[in-house]
């Protein structure tokens, strides 16, 4: 350590959110050059490399072959697939000296495509796995919790080439198996979900998800099994209910209630009922929002969700990529007089209303469930209001918030939230990409049929950061032998020329051994700073060589449990050997 570039910080960066951002910067793993972009130092380069290789073994060994694309793509292929548009403001764009368009590469559909096209044409070639380790970017609008959500960072991805859909399904399961492999290795909690998939297209999707507190992701997962990012999960719905005996729908004054809260306790004054008190869930809440395609236009869309309920706005923007998520302003409002803020009710909303306002619902609105909404009139809510009786919505949407407690889709129980990171994902693509590209081959009739494909990514660089959020104490980080930089950090103590010069020959059998040692030989550092400096590197097995000398004994602690014993200076080696086995 006198010689290697390292320098660990006793506080924390201003902007660390997260125990993993804290705690790589302070350790010297990495070393933010600008929002959302960082150095690798050399300890965490080690890390980095232990991760690819723990990914590399994995896809090799399950028949898939490494390839490497360039980061700095041109436009044509994306505007085949009209990605380039549909990217929107979430990608690197540039120009070269001649005024041709490029993208720095947020993921390569596209390249992996066209390279099986340009050089396969037999189903005899078929099926083929390739990959690629590669930096990828993209123009996060928030950069945030150092490497784990970042604009530059390394991704494994694969792609998936096969004749028929029973082929593209063997694949997916032949990659979903390797996936167990890379993630149990890699040492952190992991759950499997199911999972939307969004722009990529395609039918069945599965994401793994580190479990953390700090995870960006929410996830559901029931006693009996099923598992869904809450993007993926569906609602379920309830029968029709018949209403030919339900009373006549009627508008009432409400004056002063625009909030569902104020609603609430307005009828349970003014039109108190006689089963039982008003809820929220009694209300239609009617919540409007801008949608913005990627071609720069923008579309009203109203939402109908029970009143005790929030739109979920990352559900609801999975349900209308590649199109984004905006405010409804007062200036759409004044686009739109007949909008009455606040009491914005059906009769208004849908395509063929006044307004031409889009209006989907949640599935919970069937026919035969009646509502109190707004009755589009300021100060007036409609009773009593029936659907399919009274209102009929363009359509259903799944945007509204998912609560624990609620029914599993498929029956297994009540729901439970949690919180993840993505780590990967996993799409049967299907023929989108190879449609629009035009990758076909000759089947074994001659005849050309279009090639199905699967997508697969790792998060490489983003697992560093997921293992540390999973792995840690107080103090400092606690890694997984496998991925761990060093497999000992050994601490030389004191002053004395012989505690050195022992540990220097430990050092030396330790290496001979195999085994990588990160040694702090540093002589105008105290003991109490060098000790520090271990916990917070976190290897997996701390050797102090020190006082104990004097009686022939070095110390050996496990970072993660904290235990210590002394060993004999002869029986070192094999014992520091037996645990990192």
Partial sequence: MSRFFLRTLRDDPADAEVPSHRLLVRGGYVRRVAPGIYSWLPLGLRVLARVEQIVREEMDAMGAQEVRFP???????????????EYGANVFRLQDRRGNDMMLGPTHEEFFTLLVKDLYSSYKD????????????????RP????????????????????????????????????????????????????????????????????????????????????????AVTTVVPDPLPYDDLPAAHAEQTPETPTIETLVNHLNVAFPRDDRAWEAADTLKNVLVVLRHPDGTREPLAIGIPGDRDVDVRRLEAHV?????????????????????????????????????RYLVDPRVVTGTRWVTGADVDG????????????????????????????????????????????????????????????????????????????YGVGVSRAVAAVVENSHDEIGIVWPREIAPFDVHLVATGKDDAVFDAADALVAELEAAGIDVLYDDRRKVSPGVKFKDAELLGMPTIVVVGKGLADGVVEVRDRATGERSDVPVAEAVENVRAVCR
């Avoid at 390739?130 to 930096?135: D, F, G, P, R, S």
């Avoid at 998936?160 to 032949?174: M, P």
């Avoid at 199109?323 to 909008?339: G, I, Q």
């Fill in 71 to 85: 980061a700095l793509l041109p436009r044509e292929p994306y505007e085949v697939t009209n990605r380039w548009t």
């Fill in 126 to 141: 078929l099926p083929l796995n390739l990959y690629q380790i590669q930096t990828k970017y993209r123009d996060e609008a």
């Fill in 321 to 357: 990529s590649p199109a984004e998520v905006e405010v409804f302003t007062d200036d759409d409002f004044s686009a739109h007089p007949d909008l009455a803020k606040g009491y914005i009710g059906p009769g208004v909303l849908g395509e063929q209303k006044s307004t031409g306002i």
């Fill in 144 to 231: 945030r919790a150092g490497i784990l959500r970042g604009r530059e960072f390394v991704m494994k991805d694969a792609y998936s080439f096969d004749i028929d859909d029973a082929g593209l399904e063997a694949s997916y399961q032949a990659y979903r198996e390797a996936y167990v492999r890379i993630f149990d290795r890699l040492g952190f909690e992991y759950v499997i979900v199911h999972a939307d998939s969004g722009a990529m297209g395609g039918s069945a999707s599965e994401e793994f998800l580190a479990v953390a507190e700090t995870g960006e992701d929410t996830f559901v997962r029931s006693a009996g099994g099923y598992a869904a990012n809450v993007e």
């Fill in 380 to 455: 007036s809510h409609v009773i009593d209001l029936v659907a399919g009786r009274d209102f009929t919505p363009d359509g259903t949407i799944e945007a509204a918030e998912v609560r624990a407690g609620d029914a599993a889709p498929d029956g297994s129980g009540p729901l439970e939230l949690e919180r993840g990171i993505e780590m990967g994902h996993i799409f049967q693509l299907g023929r989108m990409y190879a449609e629009k590209l035009g990758l076909q081959v000759l089947d074994e009739n001659g005849k050309l049929v279009t090639v199905t494909m699967g997508s």
